[in-house]
């Protein structure tokens, strides 16, 4: 069993940056994937971006250039720096990891204001 806990979240203004925190109760070397999700009120979840045990990152097209997903192995944390922010990124932000089975955490509320 592998938990996930999200920090991060709040409300901030159009242009502004937030940085998401992912903290595993697990070494985030024994996870093959981990990744930032969004579900905004209505709408489907939907991929935001992934990181690999080896680094590699892949990012969804509309965040591409404004966030940035890193990982420390060392406190087993995955971040999302998110800039220049936009209200059509108001979600539910949640954490997930991947390592035989799928992890999700509860999610940590993001809302941008224009």
């Known amino acids: 069993q592998v938990q996930l806990v999200e920090s991060g979240g709040g409300l901030v203004q159009a242009g502004e940056s937030l940085r998401l925190s992912c903290v595993a109760s697990?070494?985030?070397?024994?996870?093959?994937?981990m990744g930032w999700y969004r579900q905004a009120p209505g709408q489907q979840r939907e991929l935001v971006a992934t990181?690999?045990?080896?680094?590699?990152?892949s990012y969804r097209d509309p965040v591409k250039g404004r966030f940035t997903i890193s990982r420390d192995n060392a406190k087993n944390t995955v971040y999302l720096q998110m800039t220049s922010l936009k209200p059509e990124d108001t979600a539910v932000y949640l954490c997930?990891?991947?390592?035989?089975?799928?992890?999700w955490g509860q999610g940590t509320q993001v809302t941008v204001s224009s």
């Open positions: 697990a070494s985030i070397l024994s996870l093959n994937v």
């Open positions: 990181i690999t045990n080896r680094g590699g990152t």
């Open positions: 997930n990891a991947v390592r035989e089975k799928v992890y």
